[in-house]
């Protein structure tokens, strides 16, 4: 048993695996057994905590890695973990306009977004394993990496403006041709039996709810494209990119509630998040040049440009904070 444990497994020992996997688990456990065990809606100061809490628990693991495997593998872990978390940022903006087109009221958001972490984790896993194997076996996959960061970077910053097309959707057109949906929601269910409108003989219906799930996760899979060749250029050892991908996946859908509040206040956020994936594309390209470039400078970039940011949007958008306050204290002078 014992040398089971300590057999390699994508890089590291099993039990490295194992003591993640327990981790994971019992956080999902925690949050759907006992935080959440009834479809209630989630206010932004329960968020916060949420995510904070699970911050906590993704910085102690990393400091855990640290102590475990060395410093270069925490740092690689932080910095990927920023990236993730950073770029997964954009994808609430896409998970709010999915909920808003499908009229999901918030108390059944966070049953959408739990069941979506567990096709997060086997759709990670499956990406990371195979982008590991490719980089593993041809080393130039990198460059490959690096080219389709810098180019989606500058997509993102042409694009930075313009709303994806939920309507024309591919994957909606698809689920709506092939699956029977109900015209209306039926409580937190995904699935549901109801008469056939020809035979009027029961037969399985998916509610919007299931369509909703699904469009998160094909939203999850789009944007995995981007994120998972970031961080394979900064470290190609499958456990740190799996786990800081997962630590950060998890907290920020946590955050989803307090920052699917706020996102009128981050419309410069997409601009930055750009940025990132040029600078950590671009860095492929200059080992060749100066040499590889130390996971602290990443980190300490990425954050940096993020950071920017966000406080760039929070002072161009600060009139529309202050607006709605002088224009209620405006009314009342005129009603009194």
């Not at 601009?271 to 390209?285: E, Q, R, S």
Request: net charge positive.
């Amino acid at each position: 048993m014992t040398e089971f444990l300590y057999t390699p497994f994508l890089g590291q020992s099993v039990w490295l695996w194992l003591v993640f996997a327990t981790v994971v688990v019992a956080l999902l456990a925690f949050d759907l057994g006992v935080l959440h065990r009834e479809d209630r809606e989630i206010g932004v100061r329960e968020s916060l905590w949420l995510s904070a809490g699970y911050i906590g628990a993704a910085s102690i693991f990393g400091g855990w890695l640290w102590w475990q495997l060395g410093a270069q593998s925490g740092i690689d872990y932080f910095t990927g973990y920023m990236i993730e978390k950073s770029l997964s940022m954009d994808n609430v903006f896409v998970i709010a306009m999915i909920f808003s087109f499908f009229a999901i009221p918030r108390q059944y958001q966070h049953r959408v977004l739990f069941w979506g972490i567990l096709g997060v984790i086997v759709l990670r896993a499956t990406m990371i394993g195979l982008g590991a194997a490719l980089v593993t076996q041809f080393s130039w996959v990198l460059y490959l990496f690096g080219a389709f960061l810098i180019a989606t970077g500058i997509k993102m910053l042409w694009m930075a403006d313009h709303e994806p097309d939920l309507k024309g959707n591919i994957m909606l057109r698809f689920l709506r041709k092939h699956l029977r949906v109900t015209p209306e929601l039926h409580g937190n269910s995904f699935f549901v039996r109801s008469p056939h409108p020809v035979t009027g003989q029961p037969v399985a219906w998916v509610t919007p709810l299931f369509l909703a799930l699904c469009m998160v996760e094909f939203a999850d899979l789009i944007f995995a494209v981007d994120s998972v060749p970031a961080i394979f250029a900064i470290t190609t050892d499958p456990f740190i990119v799996y786990t800081s991908n997962i630590f950060a996946i998890l907290g920020l859908r946590a955050l989803y509630f307090a920052l699917a509040a706020m996102i009128h206040r981050f419309v410069y956020l997409k601009y930055a998040l750009a940025m990132v994936l040029v600078f950590i594309g671009g860095k492929i390209f200059l080992v060749n040049l100066v040499g590889k470039i130390p996971s602290v400078v990443s980190l300490g970039v990425t954050a940096g440009l993020i950071a920017g940011g966000v406080l760039v949007s929070l002072w161009k958008t600060r009139e529309t904070t202050s607006r709605p306050k002088s224009q209620s204290r405006k009314a009342a002078n005129q009603h009194g």
